[in-house]
């Protein structure tokens, strides 16, 4: 019964979502268009200097919006300095943490593939020798350990549903198209040297045809 629940409890929270946490308000625009844009902090890649945001562009109705730029200002008032990262220093960057995720998800991975080899040894012991004590203890690292892996293999998945590709191309400043009814996930490396970053940025982005859309994106809640 329990395996029950904490299997129909992953697959509830498994579900991907096209708005991420942090909706944006429209400043202005000259032009009128209907576009729903949201932001979120993406912890997994954040440490206390360097924040990784994505920001979600979805279009609501027939017009294709085509972004000839675009520019996240992270002007404030309190002086605290923050840099956007770009060019090599964003490659550096994208590999640099492409290999800790490699070290870490392997060594989650052969952690837990222990626990289960661990655990059927127990659970054999136990059931050779009539010892419900180790057999019961067998049983619950094998689950234990099945369940973290079924568990992370979900979040992985759900990760590369909901996220942006941690690739140049996606970049925010990277021109881009929204067409219409349909959703588009860019980010940005944020870099603060002193550890402190501002609750709220402006994003504005300007189409190839000339027009210019101004939102308040929110990188720590209204």
Known sequence: MLRILLASTLLLTACASRKLSQPADLVSASTQVNLEISSEIIHEYTDPYNVVMQINLESKDGQWIRVDSAELDLTNTDGIV??????????????????????????????????????????????????????????????????????????????????????????????????????????????????????????????VEGETLTYNIYLAGK
């Open 82 to 207: 923050q840099n956007i990262i770009i060019g090599k220093d964003l490659n550096a960057w994208l590999q640099a943490k492409a290999e800790e995720k490699m070290i870490r998800e392997q060594n989650a991975d052969i952690t837990s593939l222990g626990l289960i080899s661990a655990g059927m040894v127990l659970a054999t012991l136990g059931a050779t020798q009539n010892n419900n004590g180790t057999l019961a203890a067998g049983g619950l690292a094998v689950g234990g350990a099945s369940s973290y892996l079924m568990s992370n293999e979900i979040r992985r998945n759900k990760a590369a549903a909901q996220h942006a590709k941690w690739i140049p191309e996606t970049h925010l400043y990277v021109p881009f198209t929204i067409p219409s009814m349909s959703l588009v996930k860019r980010w940005i490396l944020i870099n603060s040297p002193s550890g402190r970053v501002n609750r709220k940025a402006i994003l504005r982005l300007k189409t």
